[in-house]
């Protein structure tokens, strides 16, 4: 197969499908594929490489996005603002939700397509906290490092912490807290239990991040898409500028590290048993969907993602992020010379800041007709 990218429309190869045309898979069997979907965007789980999926996949086929009216942050901590996000163009209806929002199911399903799948991505409970609490810098509200803070969090969050209202939070269970359970049952197992069995019943399907590859090939299954749709390169890929402190990471294999994973995971309870949960269904729908199927997939989209990556990057620059997380940097994606003007590799190489700012544009210059 050729593997060059094309111009600004795309190559016959690498051209992206209508989104009426019909794919057929491995097995033989042709669906429509599915433009209708919530992704619940969980902090700090890879959530914007799979971000960029949505984003490319809804620009690519002009659809309408839930964008928030400015920043990031689809507004509401305990209930949705309909008025903190742009409203659709005349005639039309939001097909996609991509955006960091806390899970308000019956208000999202109302004004979605009745056909609206909904999907999130989790991680590994104490992996998931430490990252936080290094990325928000978490020490400078609990006055202490993460190694401190795990030794008696009940104390830490009591004084610090319970009180405070925010649609970002990080003191415990953070990913179901995004996932939209309320911050003052997070003590209550029979709720937290009841919860994950909302999230069952509700979530079309939950990716995990230590299964990426996995997860995404059952989504482009869920959605009916291609394997061109899936391709991805890892966003916001964190980077030390300067001298950083490693406390608050769960980088050694040692005794301490081990230690210091069971403690978080036991003061995250409500995300280890939601995680270990949905590592099981995950799993189950892997087995259903053929491991041998499921390798050889894996290995066909790394070796496209591959592709893509040769031909549209030259190589990789770091964003100083250090007024939010301290002496910290994020990898972005340099478009190689000669393809700044082709929407693949753009699209491909955007950081989440610039895709939000542009698709922000694009849908208010709709809104003007």
Excluded at 120 to 132: C, D, M, P, Q, Y
Excluded at 289 to 309: N, V
Aim: one cysteine or more; hydrophobic letters at 35%; glycine letters at 6%.
């Amino acid at each position: 197969m050729d593997t060059r990218i094309g111009d600004q429309k795309g190559s016959p190869e690498m051209a992206p499908k209508r989104v009426s045309e019909s794919v057929t898979s491995q097995t033989g069997t042709t669906c429509t594929p599915a433009r209708d979907v919530v992704y619940i965007k969980v902090h700090k789980t890879a959530s914007s490489t799979l971000q960029n999926i949505f984003y490319r996949f809804g620009d690519e086929k002009d659809l309408t996005f839930m964008l928030p009216a400015n920043g990031f942050y689809v507004e509401g901590v305990d209930k949705f603002k309909p008025s903190g996000v742009l409203k659709p163009p005349p005639g039309k209806q939001y097909n996609i939700l991509a955006n960091h929002a806390r899970f308000f199911y019956e208000d999202f399903k109302k004004i979605m397509p009745a056909d609206t799948k909904f999907v999130t991505l989790i991680r590994e409970a104490a992996s998931h906290f430490s990252s936080v609490y290094s990325y928000r810098v978490l020490k400078r509200l609990y006055k202490v490092e993460l190694e401190g803070f795990s030794l008696n969090p009940k104390f830490y969050f009591e004084k610090y912490d319970l009180n405070r209202k925010g649609r970002v939070y990080g003191g415990r269970d953070p990913e179901l807290y995004d996932l939209g359970f309320d911050k003052k049952d997070m003590n209550s197992s029979t709720k937290v239990d009841n919860y994950i069995k909302f999230l069952d019943k509700k979530m079309d399907l939950v990716l995990l991040t230590e299964y990426f590859f996995e997860s995404v090939i059952l989504l482009k299954d869920l959605m009916c898409w291609d394997l061109q749709t899936i391709v991805h390169l890892n966003s916001k890929i964190r980077v030390p500028l300067g001298k950083e402190k490693g406390a608050n990471t769960l980088q050694t294999n040692s005794t301490k590290a081990d230690a210091l994973t069971n403690r978080l995971n036991k003061w995250n309870d409500g995300d280890f048993k939601m995680y270990d949960h949905f590592n099981r269904t995950l799993w189950k729908k892997i087995e259903a969907y053929g491991r041998d199927r499921m390798e050889s997939e894996i290995a066909e989209l790394k070796d496209l993602t591959q592709r893509y990556e040769d031909e549209c990057m030259s190589g990789i620059k770091v964003r100083d992020i250090s007024y939010w997380s301290g002496p910290i940097g994020l990898k972005e994606y340099v478009i190689r010379k000669g393809k700044e003007q082709n929407m693949t590799c753009k699209r491909l190489g955007m950081s989440e800041p610039e895709f939000v700012d542009y698709l922000q544009k694009k849908h208010k210059t709709r809104l003007q007709g």
